[in-house]
């Protein structure tokens, strides 16, 4: 069981930057694959950016790609999202997932979920 708890969104300008958390509980966190999501109103969820066990691999979406850097720690049971030249349709509500071993962006591969945490760029 793992439980995830996502923090570090809100409100900045286009062309700035936000650094968002996850913050996992559970035995099994090192051994998870992590993931971050995000869903725009009205839109479907979106994948963004997955890392392994170790933090020696990543994968991230085109749409984010050279703007957003995927990490964790895993003495700290933490996964962080850096966003950088944010830009108004990067806006949606950012959530960080588990997977017990699916390497995949398909969100059914993912277990467990946070609650998400809000990012608001303004033009």
């Known amino acids: 069981q793992v439980q995830l708890v996502e923090s570090g969104g809100g409100l900045v300008q286009a062309g700035g930057s936000l650094r968002l958390s996850c913050t996992a509980s559970g035995r099994t966190f090192n051994s998870a694959i992590m993931g971050w999501f995000r869903q725009a109103p009205g839109k479907e969820r979106e994948f963004v950016s997955r890392i392994n066990w170790s933090g020696g691999m990543t994968y991230t979406a085109d749409s984010v790609k050279g703007r957003f850097t995927i990490s964790r720690d895993n003495a700290r049971n933490a996964v962080y999202l850096q966003m950088n030249s944010l830009k108004p349709e990067d806006t949606a509500l950012y959530y960080c997932?588990?997977?017990?071993?699916?390497?995949?962006?398909?969100?059914?591969?993912?277990?467990?979920w946070g609650q998400g945490t809000q990012v608001t760029v303004s033009s």
């Open positions: 997932a588990a997977s017990s071993g699916r390497w995949s962006s398909s969100a059914d591969a993912y277990d467990y």
